[in-house]
């Protein structure tokens, strides 16, 4: 059975720092692994998106790593600013299986 | 090009009732899927739908039923509500032309059971 875990459960750090997320999962077997960002009762916002057989992703200030066989992935935030802060959540998809299986999240907080 | 829309936003319910919540998915995208989200179990997925099928299926009860129009529209259906049921509801499309699987998300429907 899947299961992702993301650690730290929540990250407090000075605007403008680079920081890192983690998200591990237990079976190598994915299609694909998003990165999410969810802000206060709202709903979700696709970050980065990395097939099973790509290493890593860029968007802006965002950098996604995938590790397949060690189960592991990174996000990675550039320059951090307040506006970043929110709860980023991972999720994997089996094979081409649309159900994405969750972490629990990172909640970050950028400090002025 | 629209989002996912979910309607209505924030529903009140009490014990014993039943909801139905709507999504329309993105314009052209055939796959619609169902998250719960609470804060003791974090999300959860429910169902998927594509071209008015059900594909794949969470680990719910039978209360918890949906279904999807020749649209792409879905709907999902709550019945004998608990109060556990009180949570996010997130749904989700993708195009089935997209290698990369790539789910959006809508802003969710906020159910509180009472």
């Known amino acids: 059975k899947q299961e992702v875990t993301q650690i730290p459960a929540a990250l407090s750090v000075p605007e403008g720092e680079n920081l890192v997320l983690n998200c591990s999962f237990t079976?190598?077997?994915?299609?694909?692994l998003q990165w999410f960002r969810q802000d206060p009762g709202k709903g979700l916002t696709s970050l980065l998106l990395?097939?099973?057989s790509q290493r890593e992703q860029t968007s802006g200030r965002l950098n996604a790593s995938l590790d397949k066989s060690s189960g592991r992935s990174t996000l990675y935030i550039a320059a951090s600013q307040p506006g970043d802060s929110a709860t980023y959540l991972c999720?994997?998809?089996?094979?081409?299986?649309?159900?994405?299986?969750w972490g629990a999240g990172t909640k970050l907080i950028i400090k002025p | 090009k629209a989002g996912v829309t979910q309607t209505p936003r924030y529903l009140i319910k009490t014990r014993g009732q039943q909801v139905t919540l709507s999504c329309s998915p993105i314009?052209?995208?055939?796959?619609v899927s169902w998250y719960q989200q609470t804060p003791g179990q974090g999300l959860q997925f429910l169902f998927e739908?594509?071209?008015?099928?059900?594909?794949n299926k969470g680990n719910f009860p039978g209360r918890f039923s949906g279904r999807q129009f020749s649209n792409s529209r879905s709907e999902m259906n709550v019945s004998t509500l608990e109060l556990g049921d009180s949570a996010l509801y997130l749904c989700?499309?993708?195009?089935?032309?997209?290698?990369?699987?790539?789910?959006?998300f809508g802003p969710g429907t906020r159910l509180t059971v009472l």
């Open positions: 989700a499309s993708s195009s089935s032309q997209d290698r990369d699987n790539e789910q959006f």
């Open positions: 314009s052209g995208h055939r796959s």
């Open positions: 739908y594509f071209s008015e099928t059900q594909r």
């Open positions: 079976d190598s077997a994915i299609y694909n």
């Open positions: 990395i097939q099973s």
């Open positions: 999720a994997v998809t089996r094979d081409s299986n649309y159900q994405l299986i």
